[in-house]
């Protein structure tokens, strides 16, 4: 088999459920989190990122260091304290979002969760708020979970206030596997599939799509 030939297996429900019984479980305060947040938006639910996801990018934020971090989206917070969880003390998470409704109820468990110290919620346009920000480095690691037709925007945005050797995790980049279908040439399916081919041909990055819930590009800025 030839180095660049794709290796993996179909994850089966069995397989699904199997990794998630051997994988650190969220706490009571995400548990809670989700209940809250079917009952409040019980059509958003896709929305709100899985737990695999949370762990992993508490895990990304502890491995990289990360002290300052920008997220765009939050909706009710589950991302959000994964990702606070995982910065020092004095740490801080700038977290952009249009509805102040959905970031209610993230406000509430922030506090909760204890983190709340570490976040500054900016309620608005994303790129604007970003945009408002130095034009220098300043942020470690991103996390874009958004609209889709602003992934590029939010994309060059932070990349240009990115550290060297800092990462940005973007969700829903296979978006239920529509990408690979050849039927679909237009919507969100071709704008996520055109940022995934803008960000594998930029060489100033290196990325890897895992198949993680819906697809999450982890993205290094050389």
């Known amino acids: 088999m030839a180095s660049s030939d794709p290796k993996g ?12 019984d051997h ?43 990360a002290r300052n971090i920008v997220e765009v989206g939050t909706f009710t917070g589950y991302s959000s304290i994964c990702l606070a969880r995982g910065l020092p003390a004095d740490g801080h998470l700038l977290c ?18 204890g983190v709340d110290d570490r976040i500054e919620l900016k309620l608005g346009p994303a790129a604007d708020t970003i945009r408002s920000l130095p034009d220098e480095p300043q942020f470690d690691l991103a996390f874009i979970d958004a609209d889709k037709g602003g992934y590029r925007i939010y994309y060059e945005e932070i990349l240009n206030r990115l550290r060297p050797g800092g990462l940005i995790c973007v969700d829903n980049v296979l978006w239920s596997g529509r990408v690979v279908d050849p039927l679909i040439t237009e919507g969100e399916t071709q704008i996520i599939r055109d940022f995934n081919e803008l960000v594998v041909a930029d060489d100033r990055v290196t990325v890897v799509i895992l198949a993680v819930a819906d697809g999450l590009s982890l993205i290094r800025k050389n």
């Not at 695999?52 to 502890?62: A, E, F, K």
């Not at 952009?96 to 969760?113: F, G, L, M, N």
């Open 23 to 65: 994988s650190t479980p969220p706490d009571q305060v995400l548990m809670d989190l989700v209940d809250e947040t079917r009952r409040a938006a019980p059509h958003q639910m896709s929305m709100q990122i899985s737990a695999d996801q949370g762990r992993l990018l508490t895990m990304l934020v502890q491995l990289t260091g």
């Open 96 to 113: 952009c979002d249009v509805s102040e409704e959905w970031t209610a109820i993230a406000r509430r468990y922030w506090e909760k969760a």
């Open 9 to 20: 297996i179909f994850l089966n429900i069995e397989l699904a459920r199997y990794l998630s």
